[in-house]
């Protein structure tokens, strides 16, 4: 056999090896990118008005019927493989799960649609729960957002109705995409709350609340969390605001953001002209929300690698 004829016989081989190896690449399925979080809704979606209902569920922590409203983002319905973020929101002293959403107090259906229209919150499920003890709302005392001598609250509004969310709706299931804020009482009970079910909740805001409870250092924020494990500090992510004539609850934020910073604790502190009103957390709700959308923003690149966008998701009904 001649050079020539070698030399032939080895360019064939050459090529065919070549030609193999490119297709073996160009077989090669290409790896698609999950997204956690929903997409920002359309114009047409958007264009349907968002809603909200009242809701009720068979309570064995306080041994009874209650309830709390939800608001469902837009293209829930249109979507049924999506899972959703969570965002709860504490009503105040002599409330009900009605008030954020009340035109004459809250408006948070229109905080919402503008978030939503400028991505600055992906669509997420709004709940608003009764945060009264077995002494019902009065205007002389507080909601208590403990487990204490009037029922097990924390318990309640922490835990138990989580499980109901999770069981009712198509929710993201990692406590990162979980939320939970309020405004006056209720910002103390979010903080409450929130640091005794970690399991649940990672973003936690307050409009104007306090941070100390006659009941104890157990249910004082600004105590209890010193005695969190330092993992725990880690993936808390905690927003404060407060108006400037509102003295004392602006001094209570500022205290509580330096503990805050003293744990090592992620946290923003915002002061806003305004004072203890409606009016005040109307227009700063977007604030807080804000704040949250950005978490879950990082959140969704954390777990980037995760299949929490890919679970199935539950459909049973619960009483």
């Known amino acids: 056999m001649n050079y020539k ?14 030609c193999n190896y490119s297709q073996g690449i160009a077989a090669k399925p290409t790896q698609t990118k999950v997204s956690l979080l929903p997409t920002q809704p359309d114009a047409n979606t958007l264009a349907t ?33 999506q899972l959703y973020p969570v965002i709860f929101l504490l009503h105040g002293g002599h409330g009900e799960p009605i008030d954020w959403f009340s035109e004459k107090k809250g408006q948070a259906l229109k905080t919402l649609t503008k978030l939503y229209t400028t991505g600055k919150l992906p669509p997420s499920i709004i709940i608003t729960p009764d945060g009264n003890d077995k002494r019902g709302s009065s205007p002389y005392f507080d909601p208590q957002y403990i487990d204490g001598p009037n029922g097990k609250v924390a318990t309640a509004v922490g835990d138990e109705l989580v499980k109901v969310v ?34 649940n909740f990672s973003i936690l805001f307050s409009h104007s609340g306090y941070f100390q409870d006659k009941s104890g250092p157990q249910n004082s924020p600004i105590s209890y ?26 001094d209570d934020a500022k205290e509580f953001s330096k503990v805050l910073n003293q744990q090592k604790i992620y946290n923003l502190l915002q002061q ?23 978490q879950f923003r990082i959140a969704e690149i954390a777990h980037a690698a995760d299949n929490l966008g890919i679970s199935q998701p539950k459909k049973q009904k619960v009483n």
Request: hydrophobic share 35%.
């Open 166 to 199: 999770q069981q009712r709706y198509r929710t993201l299931p990692n406590p990162d995409f979980w939320a939970m804020g309020g405004l006056s009482s209720g910002g103390w009970g979010a903080m409450n709350v929130g640091l005794h079910n970690l399991q």
């Open 49 to 81: 008005p968002l809603t909200y209902t009242i809701e009720s569920y068979d309570s064995q922590v306080m041994a009874g019927k209650r309830t709390y409203g939800v608001s469902l983002p837009p293209g829930y319905e249109q979507n049924p493989q």
């Open 225 to 250: 969390i010193k005695t969190l494990p330092n993992q725990a500090k880690k993936r808390l992510r905690i927003y404060l605001d407060s108006g400037t004539s509102d003295t004392e609850e602006l």
């Open 5 to 18: 004829k070698i030399l032939v016989i080895f360019i064939s081989a050459l090529t065919l090896v070549v």
């Open 272 to 294: 806003f002209p305004g004072s203890h009103t409606w009016q005040y957390w109307r227009e700063h709700l977007a604030d807080s929300l804000t704040f949250v959308g950005e």
